[in-house]
């Protein structure tokens, strides 16, 4: 693989070790070629409310403060990645918090640089805060890699604070990467070129959900056809849907496995809905093996048009039959898949999809060149061919016209 090795980046982006997500898979690639990184732990983009999950969310982030100690990070981190979190408060509305969270980022993440001897980084940012930090470090490049419109996001209070950080880092941006046509076309300015980077997956991983293994002792006791989803359980998920499915199909067992934000009661009331906590990843594919079909049962709307559901390149992976609702992004494997809208159709589909034939070895067919390798080949690439383009443009010197 021809990568970019032995330079220096400092990621912001969600925090390394909370779930696994395309920003993490792709700098493990640049970890494996000898780049170094230093990932900035930020607050989250909405002000927190008085519910468990946000409580739980501000302790988390007060504990992190303190950092690991020296030996947590060598025995838990991949050799080259460094975190840093540094001290913040969520409260971007109030007078003076955001120039305050802003200095304090400034000052953590410089005086972390100088400790690692880091100069001239190339700033990877995914989240829109990153546009009141971008400039502060003596980057070399800046890359905005779109993974979401996070002013459309469940419960977000503040988007015009949000659109404001984007605006600022679409401003700074030497590179913008998105992982949707959607997010694309409405994040491209006049002077900088959107360039798609959908997800890849871990191929090999989650193939072995195709290849005879033990049933996990979570599903053990669990018989029948197994319709499965693995994932987070937000408003996206259309849990109406899901219930008519439930309904009309008291032979068919609902596997669902993930964090919920959402009150899942009208479905736990029923005998064929099961509910299992996120686990970890490596054992994704162990699980995904029980299921006869993998569904991505999500609403459509203004959110879910412009993403990307990181899981339907991996439950391809998986060899299964997929069905999914028609968002955007699915349509890119409309051949390997079943799409359909609305309770009736969702659950022809799934009966359809039960008693399909291809072997699996015909849907991983599908994925060639969807890995993350080469995701983070064709990223470094980009980013390869953006620092030669900047280092050719001539020097501008004040009071003179250029020739």
Not at 15 to 40: E, Q, T, Y
Not at 92 to 101: E, F, K, L, Q, W
Not at 243 to 266: E, H, K, N, S, Y
Request: aromatic content about 8%.
């Amino acid at each position: 693989m021809n990568m970019l090795a032995n330079r220096d980046f400092l990621v912001f982006s969600d925090d390394w070790g909370r779930h696994p997500f395309s920003c993490r898979h792709l700098m493990r690639r640049f970890l494996s070629h000898g780049n170094r990184l230093l990932w900035v732990h930020t607050i989250g983009l909405r002000s927190p409310q008085l519910t468990l999950y946000d409580i739980r969310r501000s302790w988390e982030k007060i504990r992190s403060w303190l950092g690991p100690t020296p030996q947590e990070e060598q025995a838990t981190l991949p050799a080259g990645l460094h975190l840093l979190s540094p001290p913040m408060f969520p409260f971007n509305r109030i007078p003076g918090v955001r120039a305050g969270n802003r200095a304090s980022v400034a000052r953590a993440v410089l005086r972390a640089m100088n400790k690692l001897g880091m100069r001239s980084p190339i700033l990877l940012a995914t989240l829109p805060d990153a546009g009141d930090y971008a400039g502060a470090f003596g980057e070399c490049l800046t890359v905005y890699y779109c993974v979401d419109d996070f002013t459309l996001w469940p419960k977000m209070n503040q988007p015009e604070i949000v659109r404001d950080m984007e605006e600022k880092l679409l401003a700074r941006a030497d590179l913008l990467v998105a992982v949707s046509d959607s997010l694309c076309a409405s994040r491209a300015r006049q002077r900088l070129q959107a360039r798609l980077l959908t997800h890849g997956v871990d191929l090999e991983h989650f193939a072995q959900a195709s290849r005879p293994q033990p049933v996990p002792p979570e599903l053990a006791g669990v018989g029948g056809r197994v319709v499965g989803f693995y994932g987070l359980i937000d408003s996206h998920f259309d849990l109406e849907m899901v219930q008519t499915l439930l309904t009309a199909r008291p032979d068919w067992r609902f596997v669902c496995i993930g964090t919920a934000r959402i009150d899942l009661g009208p479905l736990e009331r029923l005998p064929n809905f099961l509910r299992l906590p996120a686990v970890p990843y490596e054992r994704l594919p162990a699980l995904a093996s029980r299921f006869d079909v993998a569904v991505i049962p999500y609403l459509v709307n203004e959110h879910t048009k412009t993403a990307n559901p990181l899981k339907l390149r991996e439950y391809i992976a998986t060899g299964k039959p997929v069905v999914a609702t028609p968002m955007p992004e699915v349509f890119r494997f409309a051949g390997q898949l079943r799409i359909a809208q609305g309770a009736g159709a969702f659950i022809a589909a799934v009966e359809a999809a039960l008693a399909d034939p291809t072997p699996p070895e015909a849907r991983l067919a599908a994925l060639a060149g969807e890995t993350w390798e080469d995701k983070a080949e064709l990223l470094s690439d980009w980013i390869e061919e953006t620092l030669a383009a900047r280092q050719r443009r001539p020097v501008r010197v004040p009071g003179k016209e250029a020739a």
